[in-house]
């Protein structure tokens, strides 16, 4: 994997209530940075555009990039300029994006004290799908989680993904129990389970460096 170049997305998103109040989720960014850190390992020269998980200490040396984001048009901003210009070998996109976003953005503070606030949402867009669009030669590799969820769907679910998003693998990935469970996913099968995410990140970078 030596001098090739990808791209990791990492982290929950903002998508704006108000100027002062944002919808997210609960993402730390963790898999995005040990992806990250194990492609470096194996000599790949990484970008990685982490959202907003508060102080991570990353030792980037010289083949980790960290880009900074909190919002969603920033991540997707930051997605096209670094795909139109950087030529990138592959992007493993485990961002947890925002999946709906305010009808509007009231300007200002919404005052507090409201006995009942209604807020409308709409879809965002679907940003894997604007990645394949804009690079159609790089590998791809998304993150479908759902929590609870059994085998069987869980895999049908990603399998759809795979198909929808034109991706080269996609992990599928569960909370069972308090345990953490994944799969990875490909046009070939699935293998699996990985019971940790450690185990997870090194069977994917495995599969990319010997895509790459």
């Known amino acids: 994997m030596a001098i090739k170049k990808i791209l990791i997305t990492a982290g929950p998103t903002w ?3 108000d100027s002062v109040r944002v919808i997210s989720n609960i993402a730390t960014g963790e898999t995005g940075i040990l992806l990250a ?9 990484v970008t990685l555009v982490l959202g907003p998980v508060g102080e991570v200490k990353i030792k980037t040396g010289k083949l980790i990039k960290v880009i900074r984001f909190r919002f969603f048009d920033e991540l997707k901003k930051i997605i096209i300029r670094e795909l139109k210009s950087h030529g990138y070998d592959a992007v493993i996109h485990s961002a947890a994006v925002s999946d709906f976003k ?17 807020l409308n949402l709409l879809p965002t867009e679907k940003l ?3 990645i394949r669009r804009i690079d159609k030669d790089l590998f791809l590799a998304g993150f479908k989680f759902e929590p609870s969820l059994k085998k069987e769907a869980l895999l049908k679910e990603t399998g759809r993904l795979l198909r929808r998003a034109g991706l080269d693998a996609a992990v599928a990935n569960t909370i069972d129990n308090n345990a953490y469970r994944a799969y990875i996913v490909t046009k070939a099968g699935a293998s699996g389970p990985l019971t ?17």
């Open 196 to 212: 940790n995410k450690r185990l997870m990140v090194k069977e994917l970078i495995a599969l990319i460096k010997g895509a790459l």
């Open 37 to 45: 850190k194990e492609a470096a390992k194996k000599g790949a020269k």
């Open 15 to 17: 998508v704006a209530i």
């Open 102 to 118: 305010p009808e509007k953005i009231t300007s200002g503070k919404i005052i507090s004290g409201i006995k009942k606030l209604k």
């Open 128 to 130: 894997i799908d604007l």
